[in-house]
């Protein structure tokens, strides 16, 4: 059978991440190209400054990029029928069953409205329940107060994860629940925190730990032996490195936050991650869900599930929307191609029409809410690999 990716193209796609690669930039990274049942990877760098060599079968905490694999064990219960994600999440998360709602966003906490309807777990899955991250929080002059009380109250859900940070499901949804909403369910896109809810709403359902959730429904189905909240093989995990104007500063040594089991297990942003065990998740949703997931459940994930008005009251910067919307816990574009990005240094990219997959892994956190442009050459030159 002929090459999918061309032997020009990949030798392009290498340069491409290798002039990336370097202590000042990005020590280490795995990146793999997919089309088909041809796979090139490519494991340049350090899995931290001056330390081992990465290696194709690394460990990176993916942070966001754990979203769409939540929406997936949430379908994965939705078609068991232990969930119906057009019902009320009263029955199994009480604590938002009656949430009050602010006036205004940059309001006191207890000047609140009342809430107009119940939030469903489709609200969870499209991030439209009410509470998240909204640009205009970074631009105030002062914290929101319903920012200062996340924070007090160690949700760890507007910012960077914090496994050390979050306490056990029951106190965290507690906590989420007795803070008013930033706006009625339904009424705008929120980042982040709906994948965090769907994780206690799935251990619940289940009657079981969001980490076995993941692991029955989609982990072991696939083949996703390294995918987990936390590892054992530290050696494996590559060190996390924030950029300043001084050069690269650690975030978490491999002996950190993800070496040991945490208190809530983040739907949103806690899972680590190889290359080859997200590339088998891509392909699962590639052809159909087998052996994990129904065909309609794909076709949900995959689509655009926001509506005009729910758009029109922004996302992540002004230019959020265009030419992309949102599906169940991932960006979808215009084009069709779907996938998610973490924040901690890791893209996710996978384009149906092509049959292709691109997974970039770093261990240098984002800057803004775009993907560096490592990330964006090496999926540059995965496109220009195409074989026609």
């Known amino acids: 059978m002929a090459d999918l990716l061309t032997a020009d193209g990949l030798a392009r796609l290498h340069e491409a991440a290798r002039q990336h690669v370097g202590k000042d930039r990005v020590p280490g990274l795995v990146a793999l190209v997919a089309r088909g049942e041809q796979v090139h990877v490519e494991a340049l760098g350090t899995l931290s400054i001056g330390g081992a ?7 990176f905490r993916i942070a966001s990029t754990t979203k769409p694999i939540t929406a997936a064990a949430t379908m994965a219960l939705a078609d068991e029928g232990l969930i119906d994600i057009d019902e009320p999440v009263d029955r199994l998360l009480p604590e938002l069953a009656r949430p009050r ?27 439209t329940f009410g509470f998240g991250l ?9 914290p929101w107060p319903v920012v200062s009380a996340a924070h007090e109250l160690r949700l760890a859900t507007i910012g960077p994860p914090d496994p050390d940070v979050q306490p056990d499901p029951d106190t965290w949804i507690a906590g989420l629940g007795s803070l008013p909403l ?3 369910p339904g009424d705008r896109w929120l980042y982040n925190t709906g994948a965090s809810v769907l994780g206690v709403l799935l251990a619940r359902a289940a009657g079981q730990p969001l980490a076995d959730v993941m692991r029955t429904r989609v982990f072991e189905p696939l083949g996703m032996r390294d995918t987990a909240f936390w590892t054992a093989q530290t050696d494996r995990l590559a060190t996390s490195y924030a950029p300043t104007p001084a050069g690269l500063v650690v975030h978490d040594e491999p002996g950190g936050a993800w070496s040991r089991p945490p208190a809530f297990g983040d739907g949103a942003a806690g899972l680590l991650s190889t290359a080859d065990d997200l590339l088998a998740f891509a392909r699962m949703l590639l052809r159909g869900g087998s052996p994990v997931l129904s065909a309609d459940a794909v076709r949900a994930m995959t689509t655009d599930q926001l509506t005009a008005a729910q758009k029109s009251r922004g996302g992540l910067g002004p230019d959020f929307f265009t030419g992309r919307s949102w599906g169940f816990c991932q960006a979808v574009l215009d084009s069709g191609v779907f996938g998610w990005d973490g924040g901690l240094g890791t893209s996710w990219l996978v384009d149906p029409g092509q049959d292709l997959t691109v997974i970039v892994l770093t261990q240098r956190m984002f800057e803004s809410a775009e993907p560096p442009v490592v990330h964006r050459d090496i999926q540059a030159a995965a496109y220009a690999a195409l074989a026609s």
């Open 101 to 127: 709602v602010l006036a205004r966003v940059d309001g006191p906490l207890d000047d609140t409205v009342v809430v107009h309807r119940a939030i469903t777990a489709r609200d969870l899955l499209t991030f």
């Open 182 to 184: 930033l706006a009625q």
């Open 134 to 142: 909204a640009v205009e929080m970074f631009a105030s002059a002062k």
């Open 53 to 59: 060599p990465v290696a194709r079968d690394s460990l």
